[in-house]
């Protein structure tokens, strides 16, 4: 499949690295490409590429164009800019895998969640508000990256991830990629419709203080009855 991947950061890179593995083709989606390229160090974007040369960089808009499946991996703060400015054809009958969070940092840790994406309202809501056409499915956005594609890390994989949206297909879709990283039927837990993000995203209000706390962020919510 194409995969579009919008975001750089630590998670876009994790993921493309896993799609690339299973033989997907991976397009990561930045501002500006030759001002991503064009940062170096350690963590850069271009020192990752170096050793996965089989990602492609584009622009937001190109990389959706072609892309079969899109996700987000934005920041949260930033998120809803870039998606106002997609062209919705690029995202019409696409799905949207949308994991970020609206976190916001902006007097410290832990964050609140941004205003006017809390309590009534969520990202996964929000994008789907702008782009009507599109099929977003929020999924993988309450645990830390190392798990979204490795659940088998802890206790066998056994613990929970949510999705919810709109599209019962596009979630199945999802479901049967999540499959193929280790999740199960069992480990999957579907919501309902994409107003559920409102919770999934307000968990990262409790996530953040248990990592505060414990000083690990390696951890994840198992249903206990
Ligand atoms: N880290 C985790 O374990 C984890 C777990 C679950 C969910 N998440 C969520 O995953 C998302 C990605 O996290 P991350 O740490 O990989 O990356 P991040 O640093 O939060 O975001 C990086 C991406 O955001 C874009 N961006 C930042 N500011 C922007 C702006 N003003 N306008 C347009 N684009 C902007 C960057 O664009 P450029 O490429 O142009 O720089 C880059 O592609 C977040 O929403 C986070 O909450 C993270």
């Given at each position: 499949?194409?995969?579009?991947?919008?975001?750089?950061?630590?998670?876009?890179?994790?993921?493309?690295?896993?799609f690339i593995s299973q033989g997907h083709t991976v397009i990561i989606g930045t501002?500006?490409?030759?001002?991503?390229?064009?940062?170096?160090?350690?963590?850069?974007?271009?020192?990752?590429?170096?050793?996965?040369?089989?990602?492609?960089?584009?622009?937001?808009?190109?990389?959706t164009k072609e892309a079969e499946i899109i996700v987000n991996a934005l920041n949260?703060?930033?998120?809803?800019?870039?998606?106002?400015?997609?062209?919705?054809?690029?995202?019409?009958?696409?799905?949207?895998?949308?994991?970020?969070?609206?976190?916001?940092?902006?007097?410290?840790?832990?964050?609140?969640?941004?205003?006017?994406?809390?309590?009534?309202?969520?990202?996964?809501?929000?994008?789907?508000?702008?782009?009507?056409?599109?099929?977003?499915?929020?999924?993988?956005?309450?645990?830390?990256?190392?798990?979204?594609?490795?659940?088998?890390?802890?206790?066998g994989g056994s613990h929970i991830n949510f999705l919810c949206g709109n599209d019962?297909?596009?979630?199945?879709?999802?479901?049967?990629?999540?499959?193929?990283?280790?999740?199960?039927?069992?480990?999957?837990?579907?919501?309902?419709?994409?107003?559920?993000?409102?919770?999934?995203?307000?968990?990262?209000?409790?996530?953040?203080?248990?990592?505060?706390?414990?000083?690990?962020?390696?951890?994840?919510?198992?249903?206990?009855?």
């Amino acid at each position: 499949m194409n995969i579009a991947i919008l975001g750089t950061g630590s998670v876009g890179q994790t993921l493309a690295e896993k799609f690339i593995s299973q033989g997907h083709t991976v397009i990561i989606g930045t501002r500006n490409v030759e001002d991503t390229l064009a940062k170096t160090g350690p963590t850069s974007f271009s020192e990752w590429q170096s050793k996965n040369t089989a990602a492609h960089l584009k622009t937001f808009n190109e990389a959706t164009k072609e892309a079969e499946i899109i996700v987000n991996a934005l920041n949260g703060n930033a998120t809803l800019t870039v998606f106002q400015a997609l062209d919705a054809a690029n995202l019409e009958k696409k799905i949207v895998i949308d994991l970020s969070n609206p976190l916001d940092f902006s007097k410290g840790f832990p964050p609140s969640l941004l205003e006017g994406l809390n309590n009534t309202n969520s990202l996964g809501e929000a994008i789907q508000q702008i782009h009507p056409l599109a099929h977003v499915v929020k999924t993988l956005n309450t645990m830390w990256c190392g798990f979204m594609l490795a659940p088998n890390l802890i206790q066998g994989g056994s613990h929970i991830n949510f999705l919810c949206g709109n599209d019962q297909k596009s979630k199945e879709t999802v479901a049967q990629l999540l499959i193929t990283f280790g999740w199960t039927n069992e480990t999957l837990l579907d919501l309902g419709d994409i107003t559920n993000a409102r919770g999934t995203e307000g968990y990262l209000l409790l996530w953040t203080r248990i990592y505060a706390a414990t000083k690990n962020g390696a951890f994840n919510l198992q249903l206990v009855k």
